[in-house]
């Protein structure tokens, strides 16, 4: 089955710096990948998801880029705020059937920023 | 809009008591998921269920069951509890049919076990 690889475990930055968060998967056929941002105690909040058919997707701070020959998909924030301190958890899921495979989700990486 | 509903918030519960958590899918959302959170770890995928039918069995314990009913609704039953069950469980929903559309998540359901 498939298998998310996280790193790191724990990124503090200084306000305004970038952040960058980095995934591998195991499943060549795995063509989902989305990233949750969860605060301490309430639900995983998908805050963008990126699909095999492109390399790259940006939603204003947030990017994420995916090399499907390499098996990985890394998360950049830019210009980063308090408020982005979570953990944030990449996930990946495969084609099968009318839908997808349940996602499989990364071990998460704590984030700080740091005022 | 609404949005993946889960109930109770918080249950306590001593070891080798049962307990029933209930999920409340997104309307017309056709699959539901249950994913077990423990402490400063990733979401553990349980179960899933594709109109009503199981879809998809991960690391569930033979002491938990499941089913989806024909409201859509899902609960998840478990029975002879342990300490080790505390977590927090969450559910989540999607539409299958159409593929690589996100899951939406509950607020989650904390068990305490005591």
């Known amino acids: 089955g498939e298998n998310v690889e996280q790193h790191p475990s724990t990124l503090s930055v200084q306000e305004g710096d970038s952040a960058v968060i980095k995934c591998t998967y195991s499943?060549?056929?795995?063509?989902?990948f989305p990233w949750y941002k969860q605060e301490l105690g309430k639900r995983p909040q998908l805050i963008i998801d990126i699909r095999s058919n492109v390399g790259e997707k940006k939603d204003q701070r947030i990017a994420v880029t995916l090399n499907k020959t390499a098996k990985h998909f890394s998360l950049h924030i830019t210009e980063t705020q308090p408020e982005d301190s979570a953990v944030y958890f990449c996930a990946a899921s495969a084609p099968r059937g009318p839908g997808n495979t349940p996602l499989v989700f990364g071990k998460g990486t704590r984030l700080s920023v740091i005022a | 809009a609404a949005g993946v509903i889960q109930s109770p918030r918080h249950l306590i519960k001593e070891k080798r008591e049962t307990a029933t958590l209930k999920c409340y899918p997104i309307p017309r959302h056709d699959t539901v998921y249950w994913y077990q959170q423990g402490p400063g770890q990733d979401p553990q995928f349980l179960i899933s269920?594709?109109?009503?039918?199981?879809?998809d069995k991960g690391s569930i314990p033979d002491r938990f069951s499941a089913q989806q009913f024909s409201d859509y609704h899902s609960e998840l039953n478990m029975s002879s509890l342990e300490l080790g069950d505390s977590a927090l469980y969450f559910c989540?929903?999607?539409?299958?049919?159409?593929?690589?559309?996100?899951?939406?998540f509950g607020q989650g359901t904390r068990l305490t076990v005591v």
């Open positions: 499943d060549s056929a795995s063509n989902y």
């Open positions: 989540a929903s999607s539409v299958r049919r159409h593929p690589n559309t996100e899951a939406f």
């Open positions: 269920f594709y109109e009503k039918m199981q879809s």
